[in-house]
């Protein structure tokens, strides 16, 4: 069976401020979806909330994989469902190196009642994993060695990022992507890996500006944001629509909408 990852009317606020008003969206193991929509309109809190991020509280609504209420569980919880987020901003931990951080994660998923210290994959069986990873997605094994996002440039984050999907080959995988300090090579990593490795095992959420991303990996659904809400939902052919036209024709489309993400945006401004 295909799992099922379901966001109901999900509302999210950070502090008092509700930013998500009422977003329900479904994804299937297998399919693409792209979420596109202006700056401010609320994609990242999406990805954040689904990931479980303390500071986006959901105030309404419900996040489901296979009927099982994930709501309010913790990130790691949910990463052992199945559940995989790269983010716009990834985190750096400092003394923590690649390979290690890879190690407990992969351990955590493939066997989630692992308590920590306990159980970690065994250590020849995982290099031998991740060499086999990294050379089919053309990576410096070197790679491995170094400290997790610690002075890593905008494009080797996002070899991370693919390698950790190549990693955890997880259910659902929801992609952030920066636009902005991407150069074309690292867009065509992320494009080429993502198209690599998703397939009839992933459903993959793209939120991205970029046309490329899409280009590879085309979306059999795309979904616009605006003022906290999905106000449009089509095929790939409303991305390049999109890309090609700007949201001036949405925002006309959606008056209301519209309004409130100015009012987001000149909250950020
Ligand atoms: N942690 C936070 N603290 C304060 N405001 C926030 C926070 N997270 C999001 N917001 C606000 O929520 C709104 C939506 O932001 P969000 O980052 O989700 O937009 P986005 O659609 O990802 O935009 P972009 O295309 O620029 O990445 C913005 O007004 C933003 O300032
Ligand atoms: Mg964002």
């Known amino acids: 069976m295909n799992s099922l990852l379901k966001i109901t009317d ?6 008092e ?28 809190t999406l990805a954040y909330a689904l990931a479980g991020h303390p500071n986006y509280t959901v105030t309404n609504g419900s996040i489901e994989i296979d009927g099982v209420n994930v709501t309010e569980m913790e990130a790691d919880e ?11 901003y990834p985190v750096v931990i400092p003394g923590v190196k690649v390979a290690d951080f890879l190690r ?18 065994g250590m020849r069986e995982f290099r031998k994993e991740i060499r086999d990873r ?51 090579d690292a867009v065509r ?18 939120i991205t500006h970029h046309e490329r991303l899409l280009e590879f990996n085309p979306p059999q659904f795309t979904h616009v944001m605006l003022g906290g809400r999905i106000v449009e939902t089509g095929d790939s052919s409303l991305a390049h629509e999109l ?15 519209a309004a409130e993400n100015i009012q987001a945006e000149a909250a950020t401004a």
């Open 10 to 15: 999900l509302h999210v606020s950070v502090g």
């Open 17 to 44: 401020t509700p930013i998500l008003r009422g977003v329900t969206m479904e994804i299937r193991q297998g399919e693409i979806h792209a979420l596109m929509g202006p700056n401010g309109s609320g994609k990242s």
């Open 78 to 88: 949910r990463a052992r469902l199945g559940l995989f987020l790269a983010f716009q």
């Open 104 to 121: 407990h994660a992969v351990s955590n998923v493939r066997n989630p009642e692992r308590k920590e210290g306990e159980g970690l994959i």
């Open 134 to 184: 990294m050379t089919e997605l053309g990576m410096d094994h070197e790679f491995a060695r170094r400290y997790l996002n610690e002075g890593f440039s905008g494009g080797e984050k996002k070899r991370m990022e693919i390698l950790q999907l190549a990693m955890l080959q997880p259910r659902f995988a929801i992609l952030d992507e920066t636009d902005s300090g991407l150069d074309s």
């Open 189 to 206: 990593v992320v494009s080429e890996g993502l198209a690599k490795l998703s397939g009839p095992q992933m459903g993959v959420l793209i």
């Open 243 to 257: 890309h090609a036209n700007g949201y001036a024709d949405v925002r006309a489309r959606h008056p209301q909408a």
